[in-house]
């Protein structure tokens, strides 16, 4: 079944604990992105990936990194996470036209 | 950068028709896109429009015009289960980077 997955689902966490959120796809697409969304804001972009090894900045970089070793991984990362960053995220793959998009990652910073 | 309008909420009745509206304002324009996102869920790709004019799929269509910057999607025969958010986004020639709209939310009602 081509999906994308994400992990974990849901996590609470401190501030300044480095956390990684992981994304992974099965349809051998070569464009992955990260999302979050907050009420009233819509998604928005944080980072996206072309292909292996090609990032770049969406609308939301500052405080996120992530990284494309594989094609079929795109893990985030939140180095000093803080309460701001306290979102859904969701991780999506593309193929022409349309994204294919995880299942969500509700994270909490205290 | 990109800017999207779109209203906040739609209401209609079960078995009627309904069209959301998108304005767009884009720097690069590569094609607009429409996602539904039920509560609690993650987007799903409805369509995608590269060029002027009408895509149909189901009972769901969407629309396109380049020149006035606007587009829409319109759905048929609608049923309670159609009852979720709705967004529309852009992606940006230069960047690659996509933009989305912060959603109209529609419910169908009985």
């Known amino acids: 079944e081509a999906q994308v997955t994400q992990n974990p689902r849901y996590l609470i966490t401190v501030t300044g604990k480095k956390l990684t959120v992981t994304c992974s796809q099965n349809m051998n697409h070569e464009y992955m992105s990260w999302y979050r969304q907050d009420p009233g804001l819509g998604l928005r972009q944080i980072y996206y990936?072309?292909?292996?090894?090609?990032?770049d900045k969406g609308d939301v970089p500052e405080g996120y990194k992530v990284s494309r070793k594989e094609k079929r991984n795109f893990p985030l990362i939140l180095e000093s996470p803080s309460p701001n960053q306290t979102s859904l995220y969701f991780c999506?793959?593309?193929?022409?036209?349309?994204?294919?998009f995880g299942p969500g990652t509700r994270l909490t910073v205290l | 950068g990109q800017s999207l309008e779109q209203p906040s909420e739609v209401t209609a009745v079960e078995g009627a028709i309904v069209q959301i509206n998108c304005t767009y304002q884009t720097s690069g324009f590569y094609g607009l896109s429409w996602y539904q996102q039920h509560d609690g869920g993650a987007p799903t790709f409805l369509s995608y429009n590269a060029l002027d004019g009408l895509e149909e799929t189901g009972r769901f269509s969407s629309f396109l015009s380049r020149s006035d910057s606007y587009g829409y999607l319109l759905l048929q025969e609608l049923q309670m289960k159609d009852s979720a958010s709705y967004f529309c986004?852009?992606?940006?020639?230069?960047?690659?980077?996509?933009?989305f709209g912060s959603g109209t939310r529609l419910q169908v009602q009985p």
């Open positions: 999506a793959s593309r193929t022409s036209g349309g994204q294919f």
């Open positions: 990936s072309m292909n292996v090894e090609v990032t």
């Open positions: 986004a852009v992606r940006d020639t230069g960047r690659r980077a996509l933009t």
